[in-house]
């Protein structure tokens, strides 16, 4: 009966529908089926560190180009989609911990998106970062290091910080494509809820970019609101010298040292990441926050 969500037109109720489906059903296999292109975590490990150490033999990338393609404008949205997150060896508490299953929302936030930028000029590339950070016998350890594809090393501090591991492997397969715009999607800190609760937050390589995003927000009647990334967060997450370049993890201000990780792997690529940490859900079901933010945002971004 899952499979009937996928069919019809209507995406509306998609991501609703997506978020609901138990973990043991929506897998990360099956989640990245809904991509045109799945990509094996396992077998391609030189190429997606950080969904191999989360997410094991069972770690997907899925990818879809769509669009119309009448000019020369890349757009690439990558959505984290991890389908249980039970923190790893960093375990979570077990209260409230069922809620680990809409870890998934930005991924599902990036499927519904498709068949509305499908009609918008340009090319757009959707990526969906599928895992489960659970326990195996190939269950990341804190002081493990990883290598990614651009040669950056990253020394694991917490486990529970997995997020921001996948979505690096998403951002970098993304500027293999030169794209003019990178959107990054995710329940990805704690520290977003704490500071804005059920609002999301909203981090930029550019204010103009920012306060596009944010007009497209207010216009939508959702609620966003610009956090920074400073220096101080940047050198929280300076890797150890000898060990590795990034730590995964800081000690301060942990939406922004996260921001700050994601950053370093966009390089010079214009960016916008959007942590929904504290908005994707509210009273055990999925809400589609920034679904109609992004879609407003994308239609005009080139107007």
């Not at 990334?229 to 060990?243: C, E, F, L, S």
């Not at 996260?258 to 079901?285: C, Q, R």
């Amino acid at each position: 009966m899952y499979e009937q969500i996928f069919k019809g037109n209507n995406v509306k109720h998609l991501i609703k529908k997506l978020g609901m489906m138990p973990p043991n059903v929506l897998t990360p296999i099956v989640l990245a089926q809904y991509f045109q292109e799945q990509k094996y975590a396992y077998v391609r490990g030189e190429e997606l560190a950080g969904l191999k150490a989360v997410g094991g033999s069972k770690a997907w990338l899925g990818h879809t180009k769509t669009g119309r393609a009448e000019n020369s404008s890349v757009v690439a949205i990558v959505g984290k989609g991890i389908t249980f997150d039970s923190g790893g060896i960093s375990i979570k508490t077990a209260h409230n911990m069922h809620h680990m299953k809409f870890d998934m929302l930005g991924c599902a936030t990036t499927l519904a998106l498709e068949k509305p930028v499908s009609s918008l000029a340009g090319t757009y590339h959707l990526y969906g970062c599928c895992a489960e950070n659970t326990f195996s016998h190939e269950t990341m350890r804190p002081s493990d290091v990883l290598v990614y594809d651009n040669g950056t090393k990253v020394e694991i501090i917490n486990t529970d910080a997995e997020g921001r591991l996948v979505l690096a492997d998403g951002i970098l397969a993304a500027k293999k494509e030169s794209p003019d715009l990178i959107i990054t999607i995710a329940t990805l800190t704690g520290a977003a809820k704490a500071a804005l609760g059920c609002a999301t937050s909203v981090f930029s390589s550019s204010k103009e970019l920012a306060n596009k995003f944010l007009k497209a927000a207010e216009e939508c009647g959702e609620e966003a609101w610009q956090l920074p990334i400073w220096d101080q967060h940047r050198k929280n997450i300076k890797g150890q010298k000898g060990v590795s370049d990034l730590k995964n993890c800081g000690s301060i201000a942990g939406a922004s040292t996260a921001a700050a990780f994601l950053e370093h792997f966009m390089g010079d690529t214009p960016w916008i990441h959007l942590d929904i940490a504290g908005s994707a859900y509210k009273n055990d079901v999925p809400t589609g926050a920034m679904y109609k933010t992004l879609k407003k945002f994308l239609e005009e971004f080139y107007d």
